[in-house]
């Protein structure tokens, strides 16, 4: 394993410097761009959602054997509101009550930021009926993505919320999550992940209400079904997994903290990455060199070691402009600024990223679990275009328009000439036939 992180180093000294981090650059983005258009994995989403919507819990049920290994009826689907009662009454009491602060910051910030009550005659906002929420649980589960999409949608006034969640093997939902959901007062859950879970959010089934719009991290199955039934049957978010994190760090970065960070990112999953943009060779070398010690100590080891082989790099760059340019045009869902007295300098030159964090004591973790923003945050290049989830997503606007009779008149010719310069002559005339009397 240690001559294989070694692998990992690239670097700006080397006479094959630009040709490997073109090459790391390029297989980054066909792995961000998985199951793209005309792509044999998008075929196999296409199809799923096909399925789901033509046969309904029949084909949920079918895909949920296939690819969960767990055999359910369509009366399974929906997790026993006693369940939901029962995991929250076996939580640990000083879990919950680090989960009920978590809730609180991620409200109170995303009440600040909410623009829905926001007061102009031009403009009406309503908050989204209902909505469906994806929640990791196969390969490690995240009880805080239930706080972190939840949350805000109840901000915002959405009434009616319905999570989904991969079962494990016994067939059961971990129990953290099913807690999280009853202290939030959600009652409509499913023990269904993967594409045929977002089919059916999508589509509905005959158990499972129609959402208006998806959201929430997943893997690059999940994400790519959501892009598949965006703008036809539901709004999305954004594309929001598999998880990265790039870090910017000069030589005042403590090597041991960068790789706990990378790390942090590599353990999620295989396709997770984590990439270090540096000007400092010593920093580099020894940040490898804390890989290799830090990884024998986790739990999720294997994954990580897949992802930190696979989609992760440590960058030697010969300035710290050419790590900026890098890191405006990778776009990041995490980006982590750790150079020391500079890095609120360095941070204020980012203008692409999910979500920033400055200083060697904003490790991504405090997003995550405990500082306000949501965690789910677009990835993949995304963030070129897309944000991280607030309160705001779960609102809609419309427009109000309302002209008296005075007002119409003194508009009538304008609008008349307008309509005629375009041909539109029945549109003209519905305001020429309001002045003739």
């Given amino acids: 394993m240690g001559e294989e992180l070694d692998q990992i180093l690239i670097l700006s000294s080397r006479p094959d410097f630009a040709e490997r981090l073109k090459k790391f650059r390029a297989d980054m983005m066909r792995a961000a761009r998985f199951a793209g258009y005309g792509s044999k994995e998008n075929d196999q989403v296409v199809s799923i959602l096909r399925d789901v919507a033509e046969h309904g819990d029949r084909a949920v049920a079918k895909y949920t054997e296939k690819f969960d290994r767990v055999k359910l009826t369509p009366a399974q689907f929906r997790v026993p509101a006693d369940d939901l009662r029962k995991a929250h009454e076996q939580i640990d009491g000083r879990l919950l ?34 909505v469906g929420i994806c929640v990791p649980g196969a390969s490690a589960p995240l009880p805080s993505t239930v706080i972190m999409t939840a949350v805000p949608a109840q901000v915002a006034g959405v009434k009616e919320i319905a999570v989904v969640s991969p079962p494990r093997v016994n067939g059961s939902i971990h129990p953290v999550i099913l807690a999280v959901c009853h202290e939030l007062g959600i009652e409509e859950v499913y023990r269904i992940g993967g594409a045929q879970a977002v089919a059916a959010l999508a589509a509905g089934t005959e158990t499972i209400a129609a959402v208006d719009k998806i959201v929430g991290p997943g893997n690059k199955w999940v994400q790519s079904a959501k892009k598949n039934v965006a703008g036809d049957y539901v709004a999305i978010d954004s594309i929001a997994g598999p998880s990265e994190v790039l870090i910017i760090a000069n030589e005042d970065a403590k090597a041991a903290w960068v790789a706990a960070d990378m790390l942090s990112q ?12 540096t000007d400092s060779e010593p920093l580099a070398r020894k940040i490898v060199q804390e890989l290799k010690r830090q990884i024998r100590g986790l739990s999720r080891a294997n994954e990580a ?77 995304r963030a070129k275009f897309s944000s991280a989830l607030t309160s705001n997503d779960f609102i ?21 000439r307008l309509a005629q310069a375009e041909g539109l002559d029945a549109h003209a005339n519905s305001v020429r036939i309001r002045q003739e009397g």
């Fill in 97 to 130: 009550e680090a989960l009920r602060q978590a809730t609180e910051n991620v409200r109170q910030y995303q009440r600040e930021i909410f623009i829905g009550d926001f007061k102009h005659p031009g403009i009406k906002y309503t908050p989204i009926r209902r």
């Fill in 266 to 277: 590599a353990e999620h999953a295989a396709d997770s990455s984590a990439i270090v943009m």
């Fill in 396 to 416: 809609k606007s419309i427009s109000i328009i309302e002209y008296d009779k005075g007002r119409l008149a003194a508009s009538a010719e304008d609008i008349i």
């Fill in 305 to 381: 070691a897949e992802s930190l082989k696979k989609f992760s790099a440590v960058v030697v760059v010969n300035t710290m402009t050419e790590a900026i340019q890098f890191a405006n045009d990778f776009a990041p869902e995490h980006l982590e600024v750790q150079c020391g007295s500079k890095s609120r300098e360095i941070a204020e030159q980012i203008h692409n990223a999910g979500a920033i964090f400055i200083g060697p004591h904003t490790p991504v973790a405090v997003g995550d679990y405990w500082a306000g923003p949501s965690h789910t945050l677009p990835t993949g290049t």
